[in-house]
């Protein structure tokens, strides 16, 4: 029998988000090919994939149509048949200009003939599988997950972290991959343990997702004894648990260096769906070509999870959600606290995307912002243990010693300080703003 | 779609406004302000409500004068008006506290950019600069309840206990320092209501007990350890309404709890050098002020390591 376990750590500050997570008993439902896909050649952090196909060209649902011969990258694949219709160059959401491949899709979503098993049985085999299989890491950035895998020296690596904890508010994408396919991510855990010689794995889910969590329980209690030795942490629902560095702390207490990796306090991180995926894909052979994503929000009028073809335009999967009841205030990809506001509802979905949300003036204030009244709840809502409101005023001042010493780099960005906030400073922003004073005075 | 908002995440945030806070304050201080009138009588009333005009009427004019907006909403300034207040005798000339009022918002906060960067507490640096104005009128001090006698009763001067101890008199029961019939400034007597108040802050996590704990435990200790009675130096003086309601200020104390705790301290250290060795009876404002300069460098010293930093150095020195 396998015990849930309590985490060993509590992270520190964090903030105490309303949950939202309305979508929570939504099966997830599939949308079927939409007239055209656009796929940026920029999905992840790395060098950009060049197009392996020509305009004109025919395409099937799996096919490459984007690769780099570069180790920091991940290869696309088409998530329909048609078309190529166009290559051209877009503005993606992080300022960065890419080309993309326009795909017109012919309805008949015909699967290239490369499909079928994998064959992954050690470590050389399952980073290969990773990079074939064109996964990236969800947390924003896009992280190719055969890089994130693929440490030099795992000597002292013996621990595998799976992130369920889904910790953003709305989003119930990744709770619904544990619901519906706890099978899959335990073989998808046991897969990559064996491939890795890890002794040891933890599933990180938070408390307020009980079913997931017995979901899975479920599945371990099942397997015969002897296995691999796999355990769930039921972590406090307190943002940001899901954060990497968080996550490892509760589930081993053991801390990632400033500066370092995960590797660093011996773990590997891979996210509940991108295990599950993973693990679809060695068996199917049928690569990241779609997502799961929680649509919601208060302006949409039928939220849903919904499975999605990457390059899908936005306002397309907000349609097949029964459209806008009312014009949004912010349109964001992600959750509401490390999201992206889009502009333009022809964006197409890209890897990492995990919800599309809809946000009415209610729900997402814009106040004005008000002068800092040092009254320290930054402070304490910083899980990295730094000091906001100083990082601020040190920017201003440019002092890159003081923006040293008070160790602006270390911080994530998850937003805890600007949530806490009682004069609605932008906070995140200001931090984004002192990295680049800090970079910039230590380069020049 | 052209109304999309396009701003940096979070994109929500908690209800709490600075408004909101400031308003928690001024709620924590009615006790306090409702004591100071059933002890001193009508005219607290009025004392109060000229520093709070005065704070206001100074903080509306300094504004529009230099051109910021107004903020008179943030309730900042009614917070000072009402704290200086409760630090000034009854029977002080109403000017003076109008006068104190408008140096305090004026000078301390305004000319320093206003909330968020006076480098003092403006209701203490008003009620010190008067201090040493008047010395007279801010130790005139009325007997609790002389209001009621028929006789001309703004003439009955008192002794505050600590004076009382210094030259060996008689002291008010114990009961009668914690509901605050004793003599002293107007809101600084009912030890009763303050703690009220404090609970307040602490139960609607305005503030921490930590400065509080940390400024009243050391005066009392030390003060204890001088010769003094506990109880009596806990609840004489100034010490409670500093230690819950002027140390606390946030904008001139530490925000980590490091240096909070420094910061408390040091106030309890100051205030007990000044009760045993100085001349002065009294020295809450004194050791408050002091503290408050110290505030950036208490900061600097006591900043957190970030996540991770213990186990980077580890590494490093491999």
Redesign the interface.
Known sequence: MNSILRPVRKI?GG?K??HMKDTADCKTVFMPSPPEITLPMQQHIGAPCRPTVKVGEEVKVGQVVGDSDAFVSAPIHSGVSGKVKAIKSILLPGGQRADAIVIESDGLDTYADTMGPRDVHDKASLLSAIRTSGLVGIGGAGFPLSVKLAIKDDSGVDTLVVNGAECE?YITSDFRESVEFPGRVIAGVEMVMASLGLKKAYIGIEDNKPQGIQALKKVLDKRPAGGLDIDIVELPARYPQGAE?MLI?ATTGR??????LPS??GCVVMNISSVSVLCYYIWTGIPMISKRVTVSGGAVNDPKNVMVRIGTPI?DVIDFCGGLKE??????TGG??????????NMPLLKQNNAI?A?TKE?????QE????????C??AC?????P??IERASRNEDVVQLA???VM?CM?C?SC???????R?L??YM?YAKTVARKKVSG | ?S????????????K???K??MLDVVIALIPAMIASIVLFGPRALLVLAVTVAACMIGEYVTRRILKRSNSLS?L?AVITGILLALNLPVSIPLWMAALGGLIAIVIVKQFF?????NFVNPAIAGRIVLLVSFSYYMSNWTEPFAYLSATAADTVSAATPLAVAESGGQLPSLLDMFLGVRAGSMGETSILALLIGGIYLCIRRVITPIIPVCFIGVTVLLTTLGGGDPLYELMSGGLVLGAVFMATD??TS????KGQIVFGIGCGVITSVIRLFASLPEGVSYSILLMNILVPHI?NLT??????????A??ESK
């Open positions: 520190r903030a988000v309303p508010p560095k702390y801390r990632v260096p400033v500066g370092g660093d306090a306002g014009e949004p205030t912010k349109l964001i509401p606290m490390m999201g992206v506001a889009q502009y333009d509802r949300l946000l729900e997402t204030q814009i106040p008000q002068p800092c009244i040092r009254c320290g709840r402070v304490h899980p990295m243990s730094l000091m409101a100083q010493k008070l160790g270390s960005e937003g600007a949530y806490a906030c009682p004069s609605k932008p995140v922003q984004k | 779609m109304n999309l908002i396009v701003t940096a995440s979070p994109h929500i945030t908690d709490r406004t600075t909101s806070i943030d900042t950019g206003g909330v968020g960067y946030y904008t530490p925000m980590n709890a900061e900043m957190p390591k970030p996540f991770g930093a213990k186990e980077a580890a590494n």
